[in-house]
């Protein structure tokens, strides 16, 4: 059982910077593979970035690749999202996620666990 906690959501100038992060709980964390995901109103939630649990394989979508940096720290149990540049689009909740094989992580109905969420606000 892995438990989920984020936190570092804001308000936020375009141009700006935010770092989430993502508390788990839980001795099995080394082994999950981590992301996030975000949902907008209205929109699915969809994919931001995703790590490995061995040598820290990272993959991002599209829209905030160049943009975006997910790091673990296996140490403390925790995932970091630094969001830079941030646009008004980059507006959502965004949510920690844990799955047991990092492929899993591609799709949100796949996912193991989720965090709560943490609002991001980008204003223009």
């Known amino acids: 059982q892995v438990q989920l906690v984020e936190s570092g959501g804001g308000l936020v100038q375009t141009g700006g910077s935010l770092r989430l992060s993502c508390a788990a709980s839980g001795r099995t964390f080394r082994s999950y593979a981590m992301g996030w995901f975000r949902q907008a109103p209205g929109k699915e939630r969809e994919f931001v970035a995703a790590?490995?649990?061995?040598?820290?394989?990272?993959y991002y979508a599209d829209s905030v690749k160049g943009r975006f940096t997910i790091s673990r720290d296996n140490a403390k149990n925790t995932v970091y999202l630094q969001m830079n540049s941030l646009k008004p689009e980059d507006t959502a909740a965004y949510y920690c996620a844990a799955a047991a094989e990092f492929q899993r992580l591609a799709y949100s109905a796949s996912v193991d666990y989720w965090g709560q969420g943490t609002q991001v606000t980008v204003s223009s």
């Open positions: 790590i490995s649990w061995g040598i820290g394989r990272a």
